[in-house]
Every structure is written in C-alpha cells, then in structure tokens.
C-alpha cells in the first residue's frame, strides 16, 4: 500500500513538473519579439489559427486579394511539428494557416475580419466539432501596428457580443507547413463527410455574410 502511495504522489508530482515546463516554454512564445516577413514580389504573408486549418484555408482562398493559404502549424514551443505530434496537444502549436495576399487589394486589417467573421469567436480551444488545444483560436502579428489593430478588433467584437473573445494574440515567430495531403484539402476532397458536414458549411456560412469580400467566379 504505501509503495502505491508513494508511485501515486510520484506521478503527481512528475506531472505537474512537466504541466510546469510545459506552460514556462508557452509563455516564452507568447513574450517573445515579432518576427516580420518581408514582403516579396508585392505579395505580403499572414497567420491565422482558428481550429481544423481544412476549414480556415478553405474560407481565405475565397477572398479577392489573397493568392494562397497553406496550412501548417503555429504558435507552439517544439521543432518540426507534424500532424501526429499536434495531435497530442502538446507540442504548443495549433493548427494554422499562412495567408499570402496582395495588400494592395486587401488589407491585413481586412484579413482580420475575415478571420472573427469565419468562427464562433466565444468558442475556446476548438471550432466546431474539433476540440483541444491544437484547434484553439490565435492571430498572429509581426509588428506593433498588427497588435494595434488586432486588439482593437477584439475589444469591440466582445463589447458588440458582451462575451469574452476566445482568440488568443501571439508574435509571429515560424510557420511549418503541413504535410503534403492536407493542401488543399477541402477542394480535393469535395465528397469526404468532414468536408461536407463542417468545412462546406462553414464556407457559406461565411461567404453569406461577407460577399463584397469574395473573389469574382471568373477568378
């Protein structure tokens, strides 16, 4: 009996150890200085994190001024990220997606509303269906200005809803790209359950609400 109560408080005491290293390498990312990403052929980039990428790359390819989104992940304390390993939760990272657009046609501040306009911004670690913190809410800055306008944003959609936003706002630091046969995904795979029962309805849900937004059907 005691060697079980003593493998018992053992445990404990590893895991709130590890709980511990676990939130001082998070709050490292959080403090940590912008990394900007400098614009290239005209062309600047964005990251946003609103729970299945699928979903959230799906929603940024339909607005005019935005060339591609690529889905990867963001926001956490470990190298090399890969879907598996995510999955866990434990890596820090949720899923993301680098937005590259063309500011002279949209405008980051734009990009910002597209990202509270395409979710339940009151849902916590997750959207949808998907829950954990992988799929939790995050936009990313890469400068003072960006923070400005993000938080302002934020404040006033929780004054309008007069609920807290769950978004959280992090310096950009790295995105790694997902693997392969997550690109794209949603326009792949029209037929998939997923696909159709959250990212498709998710899109026109969106598309509904924000059409002065959306690329021309010529595009």
Same mark, same amino acid.
Not at 115 to 118: A, H, N, P, R, T
Not at 153 to 173: G, H, T
Not at 214 to 219: A, C, D, N, P, R
């Given at each position: 009996?005691?060697?079980?109560?003593?493998?018992?408080?053992?445990?404990?005491?590893?895991?709130?150890?590890?709980?511990? @290293?676990?939130?001082?390498?998070? @709050?490292?990312?959080?403090?940590?200085?912008?990394?900007?990403?400098? $614009?290239?052929n005209?062309?600047a980039?964005?990251y *946003?994190?609103?729970?299945? *990428?699928?979903?959230?790359?799906?929603?940024y390819?339909?607005?005019k001024?935005?060339?591609?989104?690529?889905?990867?992940?963001?926001?956490?304390?470990?190298?090399?990220?890969?879907?598996?390993?995510?999955?866990?939760?434990?890596?820090?990272?949720?899923?993301?997606?680098?937005? !590259?657009?063309?500011?002279? =046609? $949209?405008?980051?501040?734009?990009?910002?509303?597209v990202? *509270?306009?395409?979710q339940?911004?009151?849902?916590?670690?997750? @959207?949808?269906?998907?829950?954990?913190?992988?799929?939790?809410?995050? !936009?990313f800055y890469?400068?003072? /200005? @960006?923070?400005? $306008? $993000?938080?302002?944003?934020?404040?006033?959609?929780?004054?309008?809803?007069?609920?807290? =936003?769950?978004?959280?706002?992090?310096? *950009?630091?790295?995105?790694?790209?997902?693997?392969?046969?997550?690109?794209?995904?949603?326009?792949?795979?029209?037929?998939?359950?997923? =696909?159709?029962?959250?990212?498709?309805?998710?899109?026109r849900?969106?598309?509904?609400?924000?059409? /002065?937004l959306?690329?021309?059907?010529?595009?």
């Open positions: 009996m005691k060697h079980t109560i003593a493998l018992i408080i053992f445990t404990l005491l590893f895991s709130c150890q590890n709980t511990a @290293q676990v939130n001082t390498k998070q @709050q490292a990312v959080i403090n940590a200085d912008p990394v900007t990403v400098p $614009i290239k005209g062309k980039r964005a *946003f994190a609103s729970g299945c *990428f699928w979903c959230v790359e799906a929603v390819e339909s607005v001024g935005v060339d591609e989104a690529i889905s990867g992940y963001s926001g956490g304390f470990t190298k090399n990220p890969d879907y598996p390993a995510s999955n866990t939760g434990k890596t820090g990272h949720a899923e993301a997606v680098e937005i !590259i657009y063309n500011p002279n =046609i $949209i405008s980051f501040s734009q990009l910002v509303d990202y *509270f306009g395409s339940n911004p009151t849902q916590v670690n997750g @959207q949808g269906p998907d829950h954990g913190s992988q799929y939790r809410s995050i !936009i890469q400068n003072e /200005e @960006q923070k400005q $306008i $993000i938080l302002e944003k934020k404040a006033a959609l929780a004054k309008a809803l007069n609920a807290k =936003i769950a978004a959280e706002v992090y310096p *950009f630091q790295k995105f790694w790209k997902a693997e392969d046969y997550h690109q794209n995904y949603e326009r792949l795979h029209p037929n998939q359950s997923y =696909i159709k029962n959250v990212s498709v309805p998710r899109l849900k969106f598309q509904a609400k924000f059409p /002065e959306l690329k021309s059907e010529k595009h």
